[in-house]
């Protein structure tokens, strides 16, 4: 069904210390920072704005979904990619320009399919279910459920080429180049 990857959304359950300095459960919810486009759903989870951060430091997330990590900190999100099948390489493009990303990319596709992008970032990308193909400019591997891609970066594409949305767990620090 087309659009399936639309419907994603995130469970985020953290712990913090109650009124007598006792761990507790602080928030138990769906994650409020989140942005559902054409190309991919993104639900953010937490992020710090440096490291180290302090154990009982804010969640610095805003509002709205961004691409980059803050500039000497970290994001943790969940991302769900459509099949290729649905895949428009202008409503992926224009996904990635609503996120913020509007210069990881200069909108051209792969025969893989999907638009080539990068970012200074590590990101460290966990299938959690589905498949993806992650695609270099001169290889690919397929990744499936409970596989680990560390993208240092590089120029890539992801690519689902099943018939079904695939989840990731992506953390990103900020890098420098």
Same mark, same amino acid.
């Given at each position: 069904?087309?659009?399936?990857?639309?419907?994603?959304?995130?469970?985020?359950?953290?712990?913090?210390?109650?009124?007598?300095?006792? %761990? #507790? =459960?602080? #928030?138990?919810?769906?994650?409020?920072?989140?942005?559902?486009?054409?190309?991919? @759903?993104?639900?953010?989870?937490?992020?710090? /704005?440096?490291?180290? %951060?302090?154990?009982?430091?804010?969640? +610095?997330?805003?509002?709205?979904?961004?691409?980059?990590?803050?500039? *000497?900190?970290?994001?943790?999100?969940?991302?769900? &990619?459509?099949?290729?099948? *649905? &895949?428009?390489?202008?409503?992926?493009? #224009?996904?990635?320009?609503?996120?913020?990303?509007? /210069?990881? !990319?200069?909108?051209?596709?792969?025969?893989?399919?999907?638009?080539? !992008?990068?970012?200074? @970032?590590?990101?460290?990308?966990?299938?959690?279910?589905? $498949?993806? !193909? #992650?695609?270099? $400019?001169?290889?690919?591997?397929?990744?499936?459920?409970?596989?680990? &891609?560390?993208?240092?970066?590089?120029?890539?594409?992801? %690519?689902?080429? @099943?018939? $079904?949305?695939?989840? =990731?767990?992506? +953390?990103?620090?900020?890098?420098?180049?």
């Amino acid at each position: 069904m087309s659009g399936e990857h639309l419907k994603a959304q995130a469970r985020r359950v953290v712990s913090g210390l109650d009124a007598e300095g006792k %761990s #507790a =459960i602080i #928030a138990d919810e769906l994650t409020p920072t989140r942005m559902a486009a054409p190309g991919f @759903t993104v639900m953010d989870v937490w992020q710090f /704005d440096s490291l180290p %951060s302090r154990v009982d430091g804010p969640n +610095t997330l805003g509002a709205d979904a961004v691409i980059a990590p803050p500039p *000497e900190g970290l994001v943790v999100r969940l991302a769900s &990619f459509p099949p290729d099948s *649905e &895949f428009d390489a202008a409503d992926y493009a #224009a996904s990635l320009d609503a996120f913020g990303g509007g /210069d990881t !990319h200069d909108g051209d596709t792969s025969e893989a399919g999907g638009v080539w !992008h990068l970012t200074d @970032t590590v990101d460290v990308v966990t299938v959690i279910s589905g $498949e993806l !193909h #992650a695609v270099t $400019e001169t290889g690919e591997t397929l990744l499936k459920q409970g596989d680990t &891609f560390v993208t240092r970066g590089v120029k890539h594409i992801w %690519s689902n080429r @099943t018939t $079904e949305p695939v989840v =990731i767990v992506a +953390t990103m620090t900020a890098a420098k180049r």
